[in-house]
DNA sequence: CGTAAGCATCGACGTTCATCGATGCCACCA
DNA sequence: TGGTGGCATCGATGAACGTCGATGCTTACG
């Protein structure tokens, strides 16, 4: 059943950077890993500190330490490192290490891969 | 701090479907509610059953009933009705019961908007 | 070389989630 | 009116998640 094919897909932390996943959702005969992909993707931003998190990379023009995002949160550091990695995991954000400090930015193609992605083609009503 | 602002915030089940996210991920100074709103509607589809859920819908011209999901999405019949739920109550999806039968179907304003919120207005690079 | 600071990782804890079988409710039909 | 079928709800279970304090590692600075 597709269900197997769920199961035998690769969802733990940490795996390479969600690919793959480019198809709109309105995309005839979306594939399960298509499926498993775009749900990683959307997964990523499904709490309320990473959506901020965005945000705040967003509207920053240059990449951000963890110390500024931290006090921004209200979180402790350790969350706001888990939260990061979250996001670098599923490949929305880009870590640059600049000696003690550890900048995190926002990756645009993979932003631009996500408004495809919620983008219905035929959108008509 | 921020994070008792969220614990304040209505995240239960089965609210009212989820208003007041219409701003995009770059808006300028996303407020704490906005953020919660954003990631409940990612939250949403961050289910691989559940975005074959929406695909199934997107591709279909005309409502689909819970009889014709279930086969098609490998899982037993009460988890396909959870998934639906869950559909419904982020503002997804539309329900509309036809006799015996419950037939779904997108919401295409939702998916509009979510696509609004996907899409980064100051896109440049 | 020792100390401080920034950040990631670890271990733990309580909560939420996806899934299932069993059950209940309602519409339809013979 | 009794039976059948579609769907939602309930209760349980195992896994995943968010959060924290404590700790370790690496870099920078006296």
């Not at 990683?40 to 499904?46: I, N, P, S, V």
């Not at 600049?98 to 990756?107: E, K, V």
Request: proline content about 6%; glycine content about 6%.
């Amino acid at each position: 059943m597709n269900v197997d094919a769920y199961d035998a897909m690769d969802t733990k932390a940490t795996p390479a950077p969600v690919m793959g996943c480019c198809a709109p959702l309105d995309a005839p005969q979306l594939s399960a890993e298509e499926a498993v992909a775009t749900a990683a993707l959307f997964k990523a931003l499904g709490d309320p500190h990473r959506v901020r998190i965005v945000n705040l990379l967003a509207v920053a023009a240059a990449p951000v330490c963890v110390c500024d995002l931290t006090p921004s949160l209200g979180i402790t550091q350790p969350t706001v490192s888990h939260h990061l990695r979250k996001l670098v995991d599923a490949g929305l954000l880009i870590r640059e290490q600049r000696g003690t400090w550890a900048y995190y930015a926002l990756d645009h193609v993979a932003m631009r891969r996500l408004a495809g992605v919620a983008t219905l083609t035929g959108d008509s009503s």
